[in-house]
C-alpha cells in the first residue's frame, strides 16, 4: 500500500501563486510517474501535470507555461507551482502515483486531495 498526502491547497487571487507538495509513503519500490489532476464542481476529474522518475513532464494544454512540476525521487515527493492562476484553475487538486511492484504489474493510488480557490 502507498499513502500520498497532499499539502499546500488554499485562496489566491487571480494572477497569484501557490505551490502544492504531495508526499509518498509506504512500500514503495518505483512511483512512476507521479502527478496532479484536477476536479472542478460538475466537472469530471482531469490531468494537470505527471512527471516521471527520469524528470520527463508531461501537462495539460491549459496550464503550459504556468504550472510545473517537479519531484524528489529520494523523498518521493512531487511538486506544483502554480504561477498566473486563473479563476478557471478552481478545483480539487489529487496527487497520482503509479506504484510499479517489484513483482511485476501497477496500481494507482491517489490523495484525498487539496481545495485551489482562485478569487477573480
Known amino acids: 500500500q502507498v499513502q500520498l498526502v497532499e499539502s499546500g491547497g488554499g485562496l489566491v487571487p487571480a494572477g497569484g501563486s501557490l505551490s502544492l507538495s504531495c508526499a509518498a509513503s509506504g512500500s514503495i519500490w518505483r512511483l512512476d510517474p507521479m502527478g496532479w489532476y484536477r476536479q472542478a464542481p460538475g466537472k469530471q476529474r482531469e490531468l494537470v501535470a505527471t512527471?516521471?522518475?527520469?524528470?520527463?513532464?508531461n501537462y495539460a494544454d491549459s496550464v503550459k507555461g504556468r504550472f510545473t512540476i517537479s519531484r524528489d525521487n529520494a523523498k518521493n515527493t512531487v511538486y506544483l507551482q502554480m504561477n498566473s492562476l486563473k479563476f478557471e484553475d478552481t478545483a480539487v487538486y489529487f496527487c497520482n502515483a503509479r506504484s510499479i511492484r517489484i513483482i511485476g504489474g501497477w496500481q494507482d493510488y491517489w490523495g484525498q486531495g487539496t481545495q485551489v480557490t482562485v478569487s477573480s
Open positions: 512527471v516521471t522518475s527520469g524528470g520527463f513532464a
